[in-house]
């Protein structure tokens, strides 16, 4: 695949960063500012459109999706895999759109450290829209995995996956909306991101096979 080589130098510089090089640092850096600064600016606007520090919100919550992927030894950086169908930045990008939802939508900096975004569930989802052909191309794809998952999860699985994945609510609001148990809904959450996962390397692997031409 003419992306494999491309995706091989990116983790050398993934990991090259993540030991500690200066000059592997600030290419690091470089590369991904514009698009974590982009997306955050995209919620920042959203949530906060009257706000009179656009840039400053922007700077602190880019900062902060800094501080999510280098933190722990650069764990959330570590588990990207271009394999999953995220190019370097798509991935830092899907990371600073979790974190800015978070922060923005309960007012608190660092929210994510109270409900964490599993780093494999954000690796198997694809990417955002990056143009008008991958946003087609990626709300296509959901669809479909919307609808392998309508016909693999019972209706409560379904509930619980719009309330948790779709609408984002944290576990206490899912808790107070459908009157289950934190451990039921760490257990659902837990039973639903492994359900989305194989249904999406189903799809993957379905679109990679070229079709059969009679």
């Known amino acids: 695949m003419s992306g494999e080589p491309h995706a091989s130098l990116d983790r050398e510089l993934v990991t090259a960063a993540l030991a500690g090089r200066r000059e592997a640092v600030a290419r690091l850096v470089a590369r991904l500012t514009p698009v974590i600064q982009a997306r955050v600016a995209r919620y920042v606007l959203k949530f906060k ?10 700077d602190d919550l880019a900062q902060d999706v800094f501080m999510r992927l280098f933190e722990d030894r650069g764990r959330v950086l570590q588990s990207w895999d271009p394999g999953r169908g995220l190019s370097l930045e798509n991935f830092a990008g899907l990371v600073a759109e979790r974190l800015a939802i978070s922060s923005l939508r309960t007012g608190k900096r660092n929210a994510w450290r109270e409900d964490e975004a599993d780093e494999e569930a954000l690796a198997a989802i694809p990417s955002a829209d990056t143009g008008p052909a991958e946003e087609v191309a990626s709300a296509d794809f959901m669809t479909r995995l919307h609808e392998r998952l309508r016909e693999t ?62």
């Open 153 to 214: 999860l019972t209706p409560l699985g379904m509930h619980l996956f719009n309330l948790l994945y779709v609408e984002e609510r944290s576990v206490e609001e899912v808790c107070a909306a459908t009157e289950l148990s934190a451990d039921a809904v760490y257990a659902w959450r837990s039973r639903l991101r492994r359900t989305a996962q194989t249904l999406h390397q189903q799809l993957v692997s379905e679109a990679a096979t070229p079709a059969r031409t009679p």
């Open 49 to 58: 459109p009257r706000s009179g520090q656009v840039r400053q919100d922007v």
